[in-house]
């Protein structure tokens, strides 16, 4: 299943996750996606529900796993 939420950060514009595949693609303001691999859900549901989605990402996300730029 395919879940997409849009956030207002000034760094991130959409947030995509597919549960089957563990996918988090995250589409930066700037147009750059990319998609990290083997996320948990929970963190998924942390990121959207965070009070700053950016600090999150930077402190559980970034660099905590694998990811590729998506063109």
């Known amino acids: 299943m ?8 000034t ?7 597919f549960s089957l595949a563990k996918w988090l693609d995250i589409t930066f303001n700037r147009g ?3 998609r990290y691999h083997n996320v948990p859900n929970i963190r998924f549901r942390e990121l959207i529900d965070a009070e700053s989605v950016g600090k999150y990402y930077n402190q559980h996300i970034r660099n905590e796993y694998r ?4 063109d």
């Open 2 to 9: 395919l879940t997409t939420t849009e956030t207002i950060s």
């Open 11 to 17: 760094a991130i514009g959409t947030i995509s996750y």
């Open 32 to 34: 750059v996606r990319y």
């Open 67 to 70: 990811c590729e730029k998506c």
